[in-house]
């Protein structure tokens, strides 16, 4: 159970539709593992009725949900591959897709998809899939193929006096340079901090991280390594959009720098980077909040996309693969994607343009669903991953860690990144 990466969001939900599962009559349990927080309750509450619906349809069925925490969730779900308790569908995240692919421990979903025309599968994006797939298999099915979006305090930026990035970005104006004035005017004019990474993240060693990281890369033009493997950490773009970032922390003092516990949501940071399911951590704001599009850079507009899927594994002591993917492809049918998808921006075609996706986020207008969110999903890439990248995140770690120090060489120090994670790339 080796090249088990970070894995994803284990959906333990369950959407109106038809199923496999039903073809038997034997009592089924299908735990299915999922990194939602339990007590995370807008999104836990839509998944609820979902599972419940399944089990009406399917009463042979017993659906058990297992939250496991993120940072956790790769080795936790390897673990229980290789024992005797393995689970039996669930998340997986777009960088452990390659791994898990790898490993050989996804069971094919193609032919159970594929052959029921109710289902539609050429509803779903090819772009969305081209991760999942190859040739005729399927290992997975991409439930939330979710842009990253600018979220920030519009009553921060009130008290500074500045324009909101919104404004901004109507102008064509709202580029990463532009965010660092902002975040510094912050800091000078409110006492508060000007921006936060994604999920304060950035100096963990969790997945998390590298949702700044990437975006800033690829606003600049470069990526971690490039279609040939070749680690492009240390190319003069990649130098400026880090160094960005060190500025900002050391020299402006407007970023939550390292040990900080500070999080957007308490109002006392005016930007972070985050996606529509982390919108519903606001619902108890005490100030007044707006999304908009990523910062651009000198490569232009660069989308980019955080994707899960829901995945069935093949573990040696799995023998309930039928029955898990039915309840897989109950889930990502037309109506279990459309009920999921004021949290999650679906995959399917003719969910993303509907008006009940565009109307159906209490928390997000029309325009900002249309312009924003929707605009990003159809044009952004995926972030990267790799068959390797649990080790080169493990490795690439210690160089990183060595980059959120004040006296830190930017250039030097992605050389040595690059130089660590090389071997894993070839």
């Known amino acids: 159970m080796k090249k ?20 038997q009559d ?9 990194w939602i927080a339990l007590d995370h309750p807008a999104v836990v509450d839509a998944f609820q009725p979902l599972a419940e619906a399944y089990m009406a349809e399917n009463p042979n069925v017993t659906i058990e949900y297992s939250f496991i925490p993120f940072g956790e969730y790769n080795t936790t779900i390897g673990t229980q591959l290789s024992g005797n308790e393995p689970p039996d569908a669930g998340w997986i995240v777009e960088r452990s897709g390659p791994a898990f692919q790898d490993a050989g421990i996804l ?13 539609n599968f050429a509803d779903f994006s090819e772009p969305a899939l081209e991760l999942w797939t190859e040739g005729d298999i399927v290992y997975g099915i991409p439930f939330s193929t979710s842009p990253f979006i600018t979220m920030f305090n ?19 104006e709202w580029t990463w340079e532009a965010l660092r004035e902002a975040a510094r005017a912050i800091k000078e004019e409110t006492g508060a901090w000007g921006f936060v990474s994604v999920d304060a993240a950035l100096y963990t060693s969790t997945g998390n991280a590298w949702a700044t990281i990437i975006a800033l890369l690829r606003a600049y033009g470069t990526d971690v390594f490039d279609a040939e493997n070749t680690c492009t950490m240390d190319s003069e773009a ?7 970032l060190h500025q900002m922390i050391f020299e402006d003092q407007s970023m939550v720098p390292p040990g900080s516990e500070v999080v957007f949501e308490g109002g006392e940071v005016g930007m972070t ?5 982390r919108l ?10 707006g999304i908009t599009t990523m910062p651009s850079g000198p490569a232009g507009d660069t989308h980019i996309i955080g994707q899960a899927a829901m995945v069935v594994f093949d573990g040696a002591n799995n023998t309930k693969q039928e029955a898990a993917a039915d309840f897989v492809k109950f889930l990502t049918s037309e109506e279990g994607v459309a009920t999921l998808a004021p949290f999650f921006p679906p995959a399917r075609i003719s969910v ?3 008006e009940e996706f565009l109307t159906g986020n209490p928390r997000v207008g029309r325009d900002d669903m249309e312009n924003v969110v929707a605009l990003a999903t159809a044009e952004g890439r995926v972030l990267s991953g790799h068959k390797n990248w649990s080790e080169i995140e493990l490795i690439g770690a210690t160089a990183l860690d060595m980059l959120w120090m004040p006296d830190a060489d930017v250039a030097a120090t992605l050389g040595m990144f690059c130089d660590l994670i090389e071997p894993y790339l070839e």
Do not use: H, K
């Open 352 to 354: 993303l343009g509907s």
């Open 26 to 34: 034997d009592p089924v349990t299908l735990r299915y593992t999922f």
């Open 107 to 119: 069971y094919d979903l193609g032919s159970a998809l594929r052959e029921d025309e109710a289902y």
């Open 238 to 244: 990649a130098v400026e959009s880090i160094g960005l």
């Open 280 to 289: 519903t951590n606001l619902d108890d704001a005490t100030f007044e909040w």
């Open 4 to 23: 088990l990466v970070c894995l994803m969001l284990l959906l333990t939900l369950l959407v109106p539709g038809a199923g496999l599962a039903s073809a």
């Open 273 to 277: 980077i985050g996606q529509v399911s």
């Open 154 to 172: 519009r009553t921060l930026f009130e008290q500074a006096g500045i324009e909101t990035p919104d404004e901004l970005a109507a102008r064509g």
